[in-house]
């Protein structure tokens, strides 16, 4: 799967996500606490953490997923992602996430971690 179908798919699944739940319950009211309601406050997070992790890693990890703990690089790259994850899921917020691990990945790199 190249960078941009993935784009494209990540697209419209976040429209339909989004639309679907607006057409079918226009006339009932959710509960916030309902799981469709926690489905789409996620989703978002979803999609960002995806296009995220084909950026850092491309392709080449699709095929084989256990050569990102073969690769010190590409070990640091996926703990950020999953850093940037969590701390989306705990906050409920992509943007904050996104810059403090870029800014964490960023000076890891600086210091020669990576």
């Not at 319950?25 to 996620?42: G, I, K, N, Y």
Request: hydrophobic share 60%; charged share 10%.
């Amino acid at each position: 799967m190249n960078g941009w179908l993935l784009i494209g798919t990540a697209a419209a699944a976040s429209y339909l996500m989004r639309s679907i739940p607006l057409l079918v319950f226009r006339r009932l009211t959710l509960s916030s606490e309902s799981p469709v309601a926690r489905l789409l406050q996620h989703a978002a997070s979803a999609v960002m953490g995806s296009v995220i992790y084909l950026a850092l890693f491309g392709e080449s990890f699709f095929t084989r997923p256990v050569a990102h703990l073969h690769d010190a690089d590409a070990l640091l790259k996926l703990a950020i992602v999953i850093l940037a994850g969590g701390l989306a899921s705990w906050l409920r917020s992509v943007f904050r996430p996104l810059m403090a691990c870029t800014a964490l990945y960023a000076a890891a790199l600086l210091l020669g971690v990576g």
